[in-house]
């Protein structure tokens, strides 16, 4: 069952083609990482998904049912979290959830509980401290606190972690992380680690589409290469060594290599057994007398399926 799908969605600004026929589908109960670098137009399809945007094209279905240009039906089932959230400084993080949830109509007697529970989630407490007061990670965790207001069964966070410092960043995933099972959740960035701390589906958004989307763990297996990286300490004459990886190649243990001369720097793929490369590779370091200052197994991680599927 997905919650949300996109169909052929287009959008143009101007001359500009941000979106072209893109699909998104996505899953119930997921944690969806839905990537792009900047400008690939992630806040776009965002704001399309919540209606907050025209498209030109396409369908966009939440529970099965279309979002519409400005109308808010389908918003009633979703939770929205801006990239840059705007608050009334001068309210406590208590007034400012209770005025939120007034104005989305809840009642006073199910905000006494909500609004104190919903802190607790999020980690903020109840005391007298102004949202001007606020770090930028407890703002961002205020700014959940509202998108989880109602319960949403989909909640959207556009980039939440591209502006919080490491400590922050990990605070806030965590939360995202202990939502699983109570929400689906489509969240935007361009910060790798964080989706493959939190996500168990992504999508890539490149060039207005989504080149690759699926589980990560499938993704992992069916992109990613398995590499070796061996790094020498400066420049030498490696001439020999590269002549070994050549003849690694032939014999079909290794696919492939890349250098860079900057960093004396080899990148190896392979594949079948690390192990079984790693002694071939220890043996010809021995044969050509060069030593490398690093030599390590780099296992298939996001990152280079992005590298792999957007910058080749
Ligand atoms: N209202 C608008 N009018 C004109 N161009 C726009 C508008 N909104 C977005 N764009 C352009 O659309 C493209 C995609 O923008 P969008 O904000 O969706 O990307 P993004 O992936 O969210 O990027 P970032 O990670 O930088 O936030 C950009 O080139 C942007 O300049």
Known sequence: MNILELRQVSKAFGPKQVLDELNLVVPTGSIFGFVG????????????????EQKDQGEILIKGKPVAFGDNQTNQVTGYLPDVPEFYNYMTGKEYLTFCGEITGLSRTILRQKVPETLKLVGLSLDKKRIKSYSRGM?????????LLNDPELLICDEPTSALDPSGRNEFLEILAGLKGRTTILFSTHILSDVERICDYVGIL??????ISGPLDELKRQYAKDQIEIQFSEKQNLRAFFKELDQLKEREQLSDYSYDPDKFLFKVNYVGSYEKLAEEIFRSFEATQLFPRVIKKIDPSLESIFL???QS
């Open 308 to 310: 792999e599927v957007v």
């Open 206 to 211: 490149d060039q207005g589409n989504l080149t």
């Open 139 to 147: 703002k961002q965790r205020l700014g959940i606190a509202q998108a």
């Open 37 to 52: 670098e900047n400008g690939a137009g992630k806040t776009t399809t965002m704001k399309l998904i919540l209606g907050l």
